[in-house]
Every structure is written in structure tokens, then in C-alpha cells.
């Protein structure tokens, strides 16, 4: 059933039979019989098929993220079992947004390698919204995200930390009338900037807060920024502090994971760590 639920999942995430047998090293007619079998267990069509591709029918919708996180017991339970006998070290997959995974993530993670030299880690950059997809289809273990109101079924959300947003420029650049520089949507950052400064002109679409701080720096433009992002910079005088009556901005970051019993021994020790750090000015521990 493992194998007739896994190939279901690696097709509707391709959208295609063709697609999915490629990366997977299986063949198209093999795929095809995985689904088959798995429909005569269901009693249902799962997938139909046309000009575009594959797509799930209503009960394929319907049995979609039970199949993912079937997929993602099993291998949790694999990776436990491996721990436990010694097989691995362990592996801890964690995500956040660029700025977390930037600026503060990194010496967090370089702790717990220290700690635990064998741990393998992965870290992975994202908006919110597809790292809650990740989260909640066990591709990832634990996530650092800005608060949503409506987290997925099924997860658990931690309050973690207070982040300030400030607006910066460089040193001695006339504020009035300047354009602000920003990221692409959907960033949780220009979600806040659309919100909260609704008139200004937007002159550049950015993808990272190294680009964003660059640009900014150059005299580019107006940037509204993590205070964790920009701390260096206000230091050493390459940015200054904008004086606005609509900022800084506070947003609630938070931990989420799939519960405390799923966490593997290295992620459970990642939380911990992520739980009892301090930051610097701007970015404190959270009271929920």
C-alpha cells in the first residue's frame, strides 16, 4: 500500500504520469498499475486524465493529505527506529524566511552541529505559505515563521519571538518623496509594507534582504526591514534609521512543527534551543 500511496502522491504532484516516472526511475506502465491498485483498494477513481495532465477527482482530493502523512509516518518512523539503533546520527530539516534564515538561524544551527557533530541539516528558505505545505507534508520538521491567522490542521504553533520592522535609507538621503524598495510577493515583509504604506511608489522588486539592504544602501530608495537584517548596518553607519509615524512595525514569529512526539531527537533539540535564545534590540522572546 506504501508504494501504491507514494506513487499516487509523486503523480499529483507532477500533474502527469510521464512526469512523475522520470525522477522516480519508474516506468509510465508501472506507475499506472500502482494507481490502478490503489483505486481498487479505495473503490474509488482517483485520477483523471487529459490534455494538461494528471489531476485528483473528489475522492483523490479527499484522500491527498492522508496519503501524505501516511508517507510522512513511515518515515518518521524509519528515521526513529535508525536513531535509536544507531544507524544515523539523525537528520533535522528546518525552514524560514529569508531574513531568519539569514541572519539568525544560521549560528543556532552551527550550536546544535557543534553539539552534535554526525547531525546532518537541512535548511530551507521560503514564504510562509509553502513552508506550512512543507511542514504539514512532513518534508520538513520544524518551521520559524511571521504568525498566521489560520495555521493547517494539524500542527503545532509556538509563540517565539517579537521582530521590529523599521525603515532604513543611507546616511543623509532626503526621505521626502523616495521610493521604497521591497520584495516580491508574497513576502510576509511586503504583505506589512502593502498594509501599512499603501501610497507609496514601490521602484524595485527584490528576492533577498542582502539585495534589498545593497540597494538601499546606494541610496536607492527607502527599505522596510527586519531590525535583526539591519543592525550591522546601523552600527557601522552604512544605514540610518528613517523617522516615520507609521513604523517600526512588531509582527509575532513563531515555531511551528507537527507536534512534540514527532520531533526527531535532533529537531526537539533544535526547539529547545530556538526557545530559550535572546536576540538582540528588536527581536525579543515572545509573550504570545
Partial sequence: MLDELRSFVMVVDAAS??????PAGRSQPALTAAIQRLEQSVG?????????GASPTAAGEALLPHARAALAAVEEGRRAVAEVQGLQVGQVRVGAGATFC????????????????????SLREGHTAELLDELSAGRLDLIAVPATPDPPAGLTVEPWLLDELVLVARPGLPTAGQPFL????????RALLDQHFPDVEVALELNSVIAVKGSAREGLGIALLSRVAVAGDLADGRLALVDHPRAPLTRRIVIAHRGLERLSPGAADLRARLLGRRFGKGVGLSAG
Fill in 44 to 52: 474509488a477513481v482517483l485520477l483523471t486524465r487529459g490534455r494538461s
Fill in 182 to 189: 521591497t520584495f516580491a510577493r508574497p513576502s510576509p515583509t
Fill in 102 to 121: 539569514t541572519y539568525v538561524l544560521p549560528a543556532v544551527l552551527r550550536e546544535l552541529r557543534e553539539a552534535h557533530p554526525g547531525l546532518r541539516l
Fill in 17 to 22: 504520469f510521464t512526469a512523475a516516472a522520470r
